[in-house]
């Protein structure tokens, strides 16, 4: 009986042990949980991937991002999309609302929008204009781009966690979120699609001055 108790009680401090330090101290349940902590600990720099879009000069993903020296938000998309784009194209026209308000109001944030397709084999400058057109985007807040290599498209979203499945009939699962770079082309903060607010003023006061 004592033996059975204690080997019960050592299974719990085991469990707890392992389960306290897969959660961060129980700070997370989730794999995107825990990157988005992992994230806001240590940010990640983007990598040196080439980048282009319609209206887009910079040679490369942290150039980009280092235009202007402000801060960027960026999203993920597919231009064929019919489900989370769709979401996420509202959630980006909201934020240019807002930061178009910003403007007119005089207190410019200096917080641009990025969306990169991860379907670089079909989305080439112009199916992202037109994709732009459709969003009503303001090209001097919101861009789009591609990285056009198919390796470095993949490079690129292993190291900023962005999970990309095929379905088998073209088109494709993945993660919805909101990431926010600093001009150093860090990677600061993850939000979810239903942060959109907590984004924008996460970026708003990263870009008035937050180290």
């Known amino acids: 009986m004592l033996r059975t108790a204690l080997l019960s009680v050592l299974l719990l ?3 707890y042990a392992a389960a306290r330090w897969l959660t961060h101290d129980f700070q997370v349940w989730t794999d995107e949980g825990a990157r ?11 990598p040196r991937v080439a980048v282009e879009g319609p209206g887009v000069a910079a040679p490369d993903l942290p150039a980009l991002l280092g235009q202007g020296g402000g801060v960027t938000v960026v999203d993920f998309i597919y231009t064929r999309c019919q489900s989370v784009c769709l979401s996420l ?3 980006f026209q909201q934020l240019q609302a807002a930061l178009q308000a910003d403007h007119a109001a005089g207190r410019s944030a200096n917080v641009r929008l990025l969306s990169i397709s991860f379907d670089g084999a079909h989305d080439g400058p112009a199916q992202l204009q037109a994709y732009a ?34 379905d088998g009939r073209g088109d494709y699962e993945h993660n919805a979120a909101l990431l926010v770079f600093d001009a150093r082309g860090r990677m600061r903060r993850v939000f979810d ?8 003023d996460y970026a708003r006061h990263l870009a008035g001055g937050t180290p």
Do not use: K, N, T
């Open 13 to 15: 401090l085991g469990g």
């Open 36 to 46: 988005r902590l992992e994230v806001a600990l240590r940010p990640v720099d983007a």
């Open 89 to 91: 194209g509202s959630s």
């Open 133 to 166: 057109r459709g969003q009503h985007a303001d090209p001097a807040l919101w861009r789009f781009v591609r990285v056009p290599a198919a390796a470095q498209e993949q490079a690129l979203l292993r190291r900023l966690g962005v999970v990309v499945v095929p």
């Open 193 to 200: 699609l239903a942060e959109q607010q907590l984004a924008l």
